[in-house]
């Protein structure tokens, strides 16, 4: 019923900047907080960055002050600008919303499929 799709990972030397970004689709009555988590190789999945329907924002210290998240309510989007990237950085990328399906009561978890960040010289 609902998909989220990222994009915009990829391989960028330390200091280098990405942007990832968050499409979905289906039949979306509306979405409240979504979220971008990261997990790297042998460590749990981790949360970066949430955004709220009204565009408060948090960040994990790890990328405090190097990111940026945002979202565009009417096209369900969302991003997250990464500066200053280091190896640290390297994880898959999962988008995560709690969306209203039109037709439904209830706010639902759905998570992308993911995309790599590897930051590498």
């Known amino acids: 019923q609902v998909q989220l799709l990222e994009s915009g990972g990829g391989l960028v030397q330390p200091g280098g900047s990405l942007r990832l970004a968050c499409g979905a689709s289906?039949?979306?009555?509306?979405?409240?907080?979504m979220r971008w988590y990261r997990q790297a190789p042998g460590k749990q999945r981790e949360l970066v960055a949430t955004?709220?329907?009204?565009?408060?924002?948090y960040y994990a210290d790890s990328v405090k002050g190097r990111s940026t998240i945002s979202r565009d309510n009417a096209n369900n989007t969302m991003w997250l600008q990464m500066n200053s990237l280091k190896p640290e950085d390297t994880a898959v990328y999962y988008c995560?919303?709690?969306?209203?399906?039109?037709?439904?009561?209830?706010?639902?978890?759905?998570w992308g499929q993911g995309t790599q960040v590897t930051v590498s010289s």
């Open positions: 955004i709220t329907g009204g565009g408060a924002t």
């Open positions: 995560n919303a709690k969306v209203l399906v039109a037709g439904t009561m209830a706010f639902a978890d759905y």
């Open positions: 289906g039949s979306i009555f509306s979405i409240n907080v």
